[in-house]
């Protein structure tokens, strides 16, 4: 079992900048692919970053490249997202999940474990 925590959330103007860590239990955080998913009102979940085991890939949804970059220290069992340039339409809930299996990162069937979620407000 994987338990995952978010944090770091909260309400920002528009081009600023927020840091999301996710802090994984368990002796195994190294063995998962990490990603990044966000959830807008009356939008489906959607993939904005991924990373694989060993941090040396990593993937982002068109429309946050540039802006966004995820890493992870796998010594502290946390995963990142800082979030540069923010914009309203950047506004969700952002969760973070592990993947135990290698699949499509994008394919939120494929990933084991999902964090409660934190709420990303970017105010125009």
């Known amino acids: 079992q994987v338990q995952l925590v978010e944090s770091g959330g909260g309400l920002v103007q528009a081009g600023g900048s927020l840091r999301l860590s996710c802090a994984a239990s368990?002796?195994?955080?190294?063995?998962?692919?990490m990603g990044w998913f966000r959830q807008a009102p009356g939008k489906e979940r959607e993939c904005v970053a991924a990373?694989?085991?060993?941090?040396?890939?990593?993937y982002y949804k068109d429309s946050v490249k540039g802006r966004f970059t995820i890493s992870r220290d796998n010594a502290k069992n946390t995963v990142y997202l800082q979030m540069n340039s923010l914009k309203p339409e950047d506004t969700a809930v952002y969760y973070c999940?592990?993947?135990?299996?290698?699949?499509?990162?994008?394919?939120?069937?494929?990933?084991?474990?999902w964090g409660q979620g934190i709420q990303v407000t970017v105010s125009s």
């Open positions: 999940a592990a993947q135990l299996v290698p699949s499509s990162v994008v394919l939120i069937s494929s990933y084991n474990y």
């Open positions: 368990g002796r195994l955080f190294s063995s998962y692919a």
């Open positions: 990373i694989n085991r060993s941090g040396g890939m990593t």
